[in-house]
């Protein structure tokens, strides 16, 4: 499986699969959010399964008052919802059928259920050049400093961390555990400072995707410093650009 394949969503199409994921979601009262990006902004709001009628094919959904407006903001003028369950990151998409003032709302069973394993938090492929990463790494060995400035554009992207591919060469002045502050982040056509801290090096074979004409290396980044405002942005970006129809 090449590193890009990691990033995939399963897909499942099987109906009784589904049903039993949506089954899940209600025993164990996981957190769902509705969601809804508008421009840069994405709007959420938290809801839960009251009811599931599966002869129905529906799912009947509430919100508490406070969160009424949100879900209004959500529901208006569409006729899909997307669905986000962060513990497990699962998304689906269903259709409306029936809202009601009173914040609940009914939906149709989803014919697709996407389910991204082995990450903590929902990670996305860049493929946008302008999304980049902009840092200064001291490549002197031995005594003195000679900081050199890399400019790279990102592979993949997480609220968690990130990760850029380097050549051969580079790779040799990175090693795990090496934290790196002040790194420009450029993302949605914003730049924001983070701090960063490298937690694995991956060997990576040539492919039309990473650029390489050589064997190099995918360097794993975890975020060190980050505030939730940033974390936003990166959320929204992913929400944005994630494929759905990539299947692991």
Known sequence: MSEKDKNKLAQNFQSKSILR???????????????KIFGDVKITAPVRIKVI???????L????????????????????INFYIPNGNVLFQCKLKDMNPNGSFVVYIPDMVVRQ?????LRCSVTDDRVKVQFAKDLARGGGRHDHIFDKKLY???????SIILTSTESKYFQNNDVIENVKL??????MTVGVKLVNLIPVDPDPY?????????????FTDIDDKKKEIIEIYVLSNIKLDEIA
């Open 186 to 191: 450029s993302i949605s056509g914003k730049i």
């Open 210 to 222: 990473n650029g390489l004409a050589y064997r190099g290396f995918r360097a794993c980044f975890s």
């Open 21 to 35: 994921t949506i089954r899940e979601i209600q025993e164990k009262k996981k957190k769902i959010l509705a969601w």
């Open 61 to 80: 959904l509430e919100t508490h008052e406070d969160n009424i407006p949100l879900l209004h903001r959500i529901l208006g003028g569409t006729q899909k």
């Open 156 to 162: 993949d992207i997480s609220e968690g961390g990130l």
């Open 53 to 59: 009628r599966s002869h129905r094919g529906e799912i």
């Open 117 to 121: 394993e082995r990450r903590k938090s």
